[in-house]
């Protein structure tokens, strides 16, 4: 932390574009990580159920025929589980962001609850996702308890963007916004 005096002393740095709080953010439910992130035995499977939002959606409907399934997209959340056999076959990598040292696996539960309604096998077990082919990256910014911190979810948009990932998925909140979460939105957009 910086106290008053250092932030303006930085800010009047020619390379600095500008000095903000690093403003926290959270998942906005708590969730059981114990059936989510596959880190439970998981035996048996229940049989597979077209979730209500697919169904609404119509997702099912071109499944045979669209190519949508054949995109990257970045999950920015806790993680996503690496053992999850309704994940496993999609995730094809990712990043810690908060600890480059240890693994992108999902140590809350939401990430991998995000990555499942996104890009969940079409496999006879548990749900199936919108796109059930769609390639899911890991873009781990959160803690085990759900919580990190702005500047780390816009490093990991800047990881979005320097993989090509062509969709990314924020669920997650803050009580405020600032100027570089909204540059860094923009960029991503704009990639």
């Known amino acids: 932390w910086l106290s008053n005096k250092a932030a303006e002393k930085l800010a009047k740095q020619s390379k600095v574009l500008r000095v903000e709080d690093d403003i926290a953010v959270q998942i906005l439910e708590n969730f059981n990580s114990e059936k989510v992130t596959g880190k439970a035995k998981i035996s048996p499977q229940p049989n597979q159920v077209l979730p209500w939002g697919i169904d ?26 690496n053992t999850h ?16 040292r240890k693994s992108w696996s999902d140590d809350n539960g939401h990430g991998s609850h995000v990555a499942g309604i996104i890009g969940a096998l079409d496999n006879s077990v548990g749900v199936v996702g919108v796109g059930p082919a769609i390639n899911l990256y890991a873009i781990k910014v959160l803690d085990r308890n759900g919580s990190g911190y702005l500047s780390d979810i816009i490093e990991g948009l800047q990881w979005a963007i320097n993989n090509k990932m062509q969709v990314v998925n924020l669920s997650l909140g803050a009580s ?16």
Do not use: C, M
Request: charged share 15%; glycine share 8%; hydrophobic share 45%.
């Open 56 to 81: 609404k959606i119509d997702a099912e409907k071109v499944w045979v025929s669209s190519t949508a399934d054949l995109i990257n997209v970045g999950v920015i959340d806790t993680g996503i589980s």
């Open 176 to 191: 405020t916004g600032n100027q570089s979460f909204h540059d860094a939105i923009i960029a991503t957009k704009n990639a």
């Open 85 to 100: 056999p309704d994940l496993l076959a999609n995730v094809k990598g990712g990043v810690n962001i908060i600890n480059s």
